[in-house]
Every structure is written in C-alpha cells, then in structure tokens.
C-alpha cells in the first residue's frame, strides 16, 4: 500500500467522480461570471487577460474570448500620477487585498469614458501562481475638452457648468452628485479635470476662477452658469 497517495488513483472510479464534480463547478462559475451585470477579467499576474466577462467585453464592442491574450493596458489607461507599483508588490509578496485604481477608457463609439477599477490578487491555492481579478465600476463619460477661449470665456461642458455652480452654492460632493446624475467619483474626477485646466488648486480657487472667466454668473445667487 502507497501511504504517499493523498487521493484516490488517477484511473479510478472516485478520480473520475472528482473530475467531473469539480468541471460541474467550473462550468457554474464561468455561467454566474457571464451573468454578472458589471465587468469583471480575470488576468495573470503581468495583466495578460485570460478570461472576461461580455460586460466587460461589451465596452469595447467585442466578444469575451476576443479579449484573451491581450494585456489589460491595451484597454485601460490609469489616471494620471496613479502608481501600480503597490499592485506589483502585493503579488510578489501574495498579499490579499483590494487595489482600486481610476481609469479611462475610449468604447467602440469611440466615446471615453472613466471609472474605478478594483484589482484584487486570487489565486486557488496558497502555492498556486498568483492571478489578477478585475472588476470595473463605470463612472461617466467624459465631457470634451475645450481648449478655445473667446473673450476671456472657456468653454464648459454643461454638466461641469452646474457642477461649479452647485459647489460656488456650498452644496457637498454627494448632493452635486445626485443633482447632475453622476457618482461622487464622476463629481471628483471633474473637479480635478477642471481644477488641472485651469491651473488651481482646490474648491475656493477653482470657484474664484470660474467667476473669473465668466463661466459662472456674477450677478445672481443662487449661483448659475453664465448665459
């Protein structure tokens, strides 16, 4: 008798039971995967996707398996001054924990959009190769950049214009969130885009200038966007 032996022989009726026990999971998994609302990859430990869900594959107008081989940054861009080196870290050192990091990303409508995107390294045993799971929570769209300043007056969008209006008011990120049909995550990305814009740093200034290049109305209140 083998004592090394830690399960039934590979040929043997209880292997066989195992087998197919363990395709049945599999295949479970892989459906409740598809049938997730929000998009979800799973990626190797360099970012090489082998597996996404048509949430994900959705948004840029393909099918799931289309996706495979192809590296996560092919498709995401992380926002500006975001380090990935932590992430790295945590899959040399087979740390379990929840990196989110922002994102954009431009669909096959070409329309770019933002989001967060939370990374939390998996794998199926303590000894087993560590891999990546991706799971993208979609903030908005982005509004086009404008770049044209015509007496004295930058262009907006519309909804950056309210947002600006409703923080000159005071109102908190939530309710300026809840008011122009955005996340707190879309109300802050747009702060910042504006605030970088414009050179200026925090609410106060980035309000000041707005009134400054007439953006905003200076001679109502509640405040409002001009014209």
Not at 6 to 19: F, Q, T
């Amino acid at each position: 008798m083998d004592l090394r032996a830690s399960g039934p022989p590979s040929d043997s009726p209880a292997a066989e039971a195992w087998r197919q026990q363990a395709i049945t999971w599999r295949n479970r998994a892989l459906l409740l995967l598809d049938h997730l609302p929000f998009p979800v990859a799973l990626c190797d430990a360099e970012g090489v996707i082998f597996l996404a869900n048509p949430a994900m594959a959705t948004e840029w107008g393909m099918l799931s398996g289309q996706m495979a081989g192809r590296n996560a940054l092919d498709f995401f861009r992380p926002r500006a001054g975001t380090r990935l080196d932590p992430i790295s870290e945590a899959v040399r050192l087979r740390r379990r924990a929840r990196y989110p990091v922002e994102v954009t990303w431009v669909t096959s409508g070409g329309v770019e959009r933002y989001g967060e995107m939370d990374i939390d390294p998996v794998s199926d045993t303590p000894d087993a190769p560590t891999a990546l799971m991706l799971s993208l929570r979609v903030g908005g769209e982005l509004a086009e950049q404008p770049v044209e300043e015509a007496s004295g007056h930058t262009r907006v969008s519309g909804v950056e214009a309210r947002i600006l209006a409703s923080t000159a008011a005071g109102d908190t990120t939530a309710r300026i969130a809840k008011s122009v049909g955005l996340t707190v995550d879309g109300v802050n990305y747009h702060l910042t885009r504006l605030s970088q814009r414009w050179g200026v740093r925090g609410k106060a200034a980035l309000v000041a200038r707005a009134y400054a290049l007439g953006v905003l109305d200076s001679t109502v209140w509640p405040p409002a966007p001009a014209g």
